[in-house]
Nanobody
């Protein structure tokens, strides 16, 4: 039983769509913050979409604003990332993460729990 398991990655042409899913254990899902981070080769980890699980509006990185949508299903302990209008610069390993006491939700090191990642590759 993995605490966080991502799925839904793959290869897609520019302009296409993918939907990532994150299955969380009940314990992990009880964390106050969950997010999608990504990391491309040679680049720092970037917070793509961040949720305060108790409510409020999600945060989106400027680079994905208007194209990505994060959602959750509390009954199923699931978090999703709908990615539309994909660009080659979206190519990265995408991680589902969770943390309880998060001082700065855009900082990767603030999150204690990380999934194994799912690869997204966008070709032009």
């Amino acid at each position: 039983d993995q605490p966080l398991v991502e799925s839904g990655g793959g290869s897609v042409q520019a302009g296409g769509s993918l939907r990532l899913s994150c299955a969380a254990s009940v314990y992990i899902y009880s964390n106050n913050y969950m997010a999608w981070f990504r990391q491309a080769p040679g680049k720092e980890r970037e917070g793509v979409a961040i949720l305060f699980t108790r409510g409020g509006r999600p945060y989106y990185a400027d680079s994905v604003q208007g194209r990505f949508t994060v959602s959750q299903n509390n009954d199923a302990n699931m978090m999703y990332l709908q990615m539309n209008s994909l660009k080659p610069e979206d190519t990265a390993m995408y991680y589902c993460v969770a943390g309880r006491y998060v001082a700065d939700a855009s900082v990767a090191s603030e999150y204690e729990y990380w999934g194994q990642g799912t690869q997204v590759t966008v070709s032009s």
